[in-house]
């Protein structure tokens, strides 16, 4: 293996291990049950709101919240913003805007503000079932919120299996006994 290559990649996952906590604690901070209203920091408007409906078609609401619920995406804005390196923040933007075009293509929208979700769930399947490298970025985007969602404090402690304080040890068990079927959350 290449030794810069290797350096590179040991840096960006001591970033992503710093930088954890910190967007953590960012969506912890957004789980308040007020209506607020939503000001991208690093998106355009216009891709923020494609943004909610591509992660409400990555994870809707069923049982559980759906991931612009739990501020999935504003997850999203802070960590491509902050996180991310230029490529790959082009290449997100790139995505996002490729999947709001094609959704007015095919309900004969004039302007992304007139999108609903309704317009954008089948081009978010049809992106992430398709081959080739324009739209391998959108298996990132799903990865991304599926990670987002999965680190947010209510999906952590209501959702998922939690124990703040583990007790005892048991190793031989069927999972449905000991969680009701629930993944740990840590």
Known sequence: MDRRKAL?????????????????????????KKKEVWT?????????????????SILPKTDTPSASEVNVHVFLDGFVGNVMDTKQQKDFKKTLDAMAQ?????????????????????????????????NAFAKKIRELTIWGYKCNQYIGEEVLAYLPVPGEFIACDSVEKLTKGKAWSI
Request: with cysteine; net charge negative; charged share 25%.
């Open 102 to 134: 094609s959704a007015l293509t095919k309900s004969n929208k004039k302007e992304e503000a007139e999108l609903t979700q309704e317009d954008v769930e089948p081009v978010v399947r049809e992106f992430l079932e398709a081959k080739g490298k324009e």
């Open 40 to 56: 991208p920091t690093f998106f355009t408007a216009a891709q923020g709101s494609t943004l909610v409906f591509v992660v409400d």
């Open 8 to 32: 590179m990649q040991m840096g960006m996952s001591l970033g992503y291990v710093v930088a954890v906590p910190t967007f953590v604690s960012i969506l912890q901070s957004c789980t308040d």
